[in-house]
């Protein structure tokens, strides 16, 4: 049955992280994405996963044939460590190509993912199945955000950013700055503009199909 075909699901909170990190010692994992720009949900997960495992690499994805990124691979890793400072066994890093070479490369056993909804599901499950096929022992850990961040994505705080919207509470103040410089040109936000996302006050949001970072 479809369910035989999931790959396995480890679930793991910050009040039992410590219990659990004795049965992952030496467990390195990759938490990959594009991360542009980061946001409070991949901190979350970040958090939880660096209690989980004994070393999580954050690696920022260089996909050339993605649309043009807001933030350079540089920015992100930039932001990413000034962000990741608390936790001593994340370290970041950038890739291109395979997830699972560059795994092998780093001798990691896990991938770290978000699921926020049934459409992550899908698409985390085609992944991590052909992950698997590539790389048997590389396994895949799912991790559900926290409930305030599970519409988050990199994407739609972008397009409600650059409309004009707020963001604070979403993303880091460090980000939010860093979006005002690159967006306005200016540390405060300009006046709220009219667009995909329609006018001020009666947001309008466009439907997006595939994955969001």
């Known amino acids: 049955m479809f369910a035989s075909r999931v790959p396995p699901v480890l679930e793991c ?7 659990s990190r004795g049965a992952l010692k030496g467990v390195i994992a990759i938490y990959p994405g594009s991360f542009d720009p980061p946001t409070n949900g991949h901190l979350d997960l970040i958090e939880r996963g660096s209690n989980l495992f004994d070393k999580l690499i954050v690696a920022v994805l260089r996909n050339p044939e993605k649309e043009a990124p807001l933030f350079t ?24 190509g395979l997830l699972v070479d560059y795994a092998r490369r780093l001798g990691a056993q896990a991938l770290l993912r978000g699921i926020r909804a049934i459409s992550d599901y899908e ?12 790389q048997p022992q590389l396994e895949t850990v799912f991790m559900l955000p926290a409930e305030k961040y599970s519409y988050l994505s990199s994407r739609l705080i972008k397009d409600v950013f650059q409309l004009g919207g707020s963001v604070r509470g979403l993303v880091p103040p460090l980000v939010e700055q860093k979006l005002h410089f690159k967006v306005n040109g200016a540390r405060y ?15 309008r949001l466009v439907k997006r199909t595939g994955k969001q970072a």
């Open 13 to 19: 909170s910050a009040t039992t992280a410590a219990a």
């Open 189 to 203: 936000p300009s006046k709220p503009k009219t667009g995909l996302l329609g006018a001020p006050g009666r947001p």
């Open 123 to 134: 698409y985390e499950l085609q992944m991590a199945l052909m992950n698997r096929k590539l």
């Open 73 to 96: 691979v540089e920015e992100r890793r930039e932001m990413l460590a000034t962000l990741t400072r608390p936790w001593k066994n994340v370290v970041i890093d950038s890739f291109e």
